[in-house]
């Protein structure tokens, strides 16, 4: 079941009420919606998660957490899927991404080795910058709409597999 699998997964959440990082939002964290779990809550987590894990930005996390607050979702898995994008595989999924834009706009993708440096940093967004950005605001979207009803079918999938057997358990027993 979804439902197990994720909680073993996530961590409680009192250690989230305690984490430093997450203090500026306050006492909103107390709400007990943001940390039930249920098929609503689990795939707007999903959904919100994998939408930010797209973004090329450093503060994930605190948008991730900023916006499951006012849609009352999960707040650790809605925290935990934006850890799709870590320091080993962001290079592939945001390579992904450059690609992705640069075929929408219709440019070559360009080949580029990496330095870091500020001078490459700024350099490179006028270069392969709009590609980039664009790829990862189209997979941002594409890939939190899919992982929202994605986790949601999955949840109902696996609660009508466990009625079926329950079903199929009492016959059993009945005959």
């Given at each position: 079941?979804?439902?197990k699998f ?6 409680d ?23 039930h779990l ?6 707007g ?7 930010f ?13 900023a916006?499951?607050?006012p ?5 650790p ?9 870590n ?18 706009l219709?440019?070559d ?11 490459w940093v ?14 990862c ?16 079918w ?22």
């Amino acid at each position: 079941m979804p439902k197990k699998f994720i909680k073993r997964l996530l961590p409680d959440h009192q250690s989230i009420k305690n984490n430093r990082a997450l203090k500026v939002f306050g006492t909103i964290l107390h709400e007990p919606n943001l940390w039930h779990l249920n098929r609503k809550s689990a795939a707007g987590a999903f959904g919100i998660g994998l939408f930010f894990a797209f973004w090329p930005v450093p503060f994930q996390m605190w948008l991730s957490a900023a916006a499951a607050i006012p849609c009352r979702v999960n707040l650790p898995l809605s925290i935990a899927t934006v850890w799709i994008t870590n320091p080993f595989t962001m290079p592939p999924i945001f390579y992904g991404a450059y690609l992705i834009g640069s075929t929408v706009l219709g440019t070559d993708s360009q080949a580029f080795h990496f330095e870091p440096t500020w001078e490459w940093v700024v350099n490179s967004l006028s270069t392969i910058g709009p590609a980039f950005l664009l790829g990862c605001g189209i997979c941002s979207v594409v890939f939190g709409i899919a992982g929202y009803y994605s986790l949601n079918w999955l949840w109902r999938f696996s609660v009508r597999k466990a009625w079926q057997a329950r079903k199929l358990k009492r016959s059993q027993n009945a005959a």
